[in-house]
């Protein structure tokens, strides 16, 4: 199992953790500690797939509200309304393998296509990869519940097709640039262990490790 620590300057960050990992840098914009998924500001990023899955993103509120979902370094923008009681789903498939979908979901390091999500009321979102008989599913939290320090557990992945793999995690950065410190605690591709390195990323990238 790799551990690593993750340490980040001054500004905040959230992390999102489900079938996928998904960490959230900013700056502090925001001073609220409330322990809750409802929010204003979001922003999340989707890890590579090996097929071809919609991206659906479900927003609920409890009152009516309206708001914007956007990938900004991809010009990708796309209004959306909401009832109370009433889930809202907005997907960013686009039209062909070669549209939005290609974009986010093979990202390079430092890229920018962290997706963005604002709203005028305070609501709650998730966002599920479905594709076929799978769907991969995590709820994203807002801006407010940020931190500065992560420990991640990595472990390696040894399918029954005896092709082995590794885990990984992804840092999404938003508000401003900002470096992150990471401190492997095993030899990791480019790094030794426990010799920190860091990564500086600007608003709206995506890092993966």
């Given at each position: 199992m790799i551990l690593k620590k993750?340490?980040?300057?001054?500004?905040?960050?959230?992390?999102?953790?489900?079938?996928?990992?998904?960490?959230?840098?900013?700056?502090?914009?925001?001073?609220?500690?409330?322990?809750?998924?409802?929010?204003?500001?979001?922003?999340?990023?989707?890890?590579?797939?090996?097929?071809?899955?919609?991206?659906?993103?479900?927003?609920?509120?409890?009152?009516?509200?309206?708001?914007?979902v956007s990938i900004p370094g991809q010009g990708v923008s796309k209004p959306f309304t909401v009832t109370p009681g009433v889930r809202t789903r907005v997907t960013l498939q686009g039209p062909s393998p070669g549209g939005v979908i290609e974009s986010i979901s093979y990202p390079t390091k430092g890229s920018p296509n962290a997706v963005h999500i604002t709203a005028l009321n305070n609501i709650s979102v998730s966002t599920t990869e479905e594709y076929s008989l799978r769907s991969e599913s995590t709820c994203?939290?807002?801006?407010?519940?940020?931190?500065?320090?992560?420990?991640?557990?990595?472990?390696?992945?040894?399918?029954?097709?005896?092709?082995?793999?590794?885990?990984?995690?992804?840092?999404?950065?938003?508000?401003?640039?900002?470096?992150?410190?990471?401190?492997?605690?095993?030899?990791?591709?480019?790094?030794?262990?426990?010799?920190?390195y860091t990564v500086t990323l600007q608003s709206g990238d995506i890092f993966i490790v």
């Open positions: 993750i340490f980040f300057r001054p500004k905040a960050l959230v992390a999102s953790i489900s079938t996928f990992l998904v960490i959230l840098i900013t700056y502090s914009c925001s001073g609220q500690t409330l322990n809750s998924n409802q929010g204003t500001d979001f922003w999340y990023g989707y890890p590579g797939t090996t097929d071809n899955p919609v991206f659906a993103i479900y927003i609920t509120s409890a009152t009516n509200t309206s708001g914007t994203i939290l807002p801006v407010q519940l940020l931190g500065t320090s992560y420990y991640i557990m990595n472990d390696t992945i040894m399918p029954t097709s005896g092709i082995s793999g590794v885990s990984t995690f992804m840092l999404v950065s938003q508000g401003c640039s900002d470096t992150v410190e990471i401190t492997p605690s095993r030899n990791i591709p480019g790094h030794v262990a426990n010799i920190p």
